[in-house]
């Protein structure tokens, strides 16, 4: 007969097993998937493996650093959920899975966050990682072209 003491402990016991595996092994899976995801939807480029990997770090700690949900997105997400009118009038034409809906701003980031619009959008080079994006960031404007030397005018 299994006693409490011999329950509660092996459910501690199993839930550090799970935390410490989510927390070693979680990180490292959604790093891996995030490149999986840039190599994969971005094929075409030529890009640089050590810069997509420091990308995806970047981009997972960004991720898992969020804070609280505004007040405006718990009070959207109840709407959403309890109101059936508030779901008419918004919805999508995008017919798409929800992990390509997902992709397409890891996309948009890491294409912000390289020299790809900076060197002038030329598919032909090696695309290296800058810094991480962050529009809240004064100059990080991707799309600013560097001043011309006065001898090339």
């Known amino acids: 007969m299994i006693s409490r003491r011999r329950l509660l402990i092996g459910g501690v016991g199993l839930a550090a097993v799970g935390g410490l595996g989510v927390f070693g092994f979680g990180r ?53 959920a309890v109101a059936p009118s508030f ?28 020299d790809f619009f900076i060197g002038g959008s030329d598919e032909t080079r090696v695309i290296h990682y800058v810094a991480f994006f962050d529009p809240l960031r004064a100059c990080s404007n991707p799309f600013a072209r560097p001043a011309l030397p006065a001898a090339s005018v």
């Open 87 to 114: 779901n008419r009038y918004f919805r999508s034409n995008d017919h798409r899975s929800r992990v390509q809906q997902l992709e397409d701003p890891i996309i948009s980031t890491y294409l912000l966050s390289s």
């Open 28 to 80: 490292g899976a959604m790093e891996a998937r995030i490149a999986a995801v840039v190599h994969r939807r971005l094929g075409f480029l030529q890009l640089d493996a050590a810069g997509v990997a420091q990308f995806a770090k970047d981009q997972a700690s960004a991720y898992l650093a969020k804070k609280i949900p505004t007040w405006n997105r718990m009070r959207y997400h109840f709407l959403s």
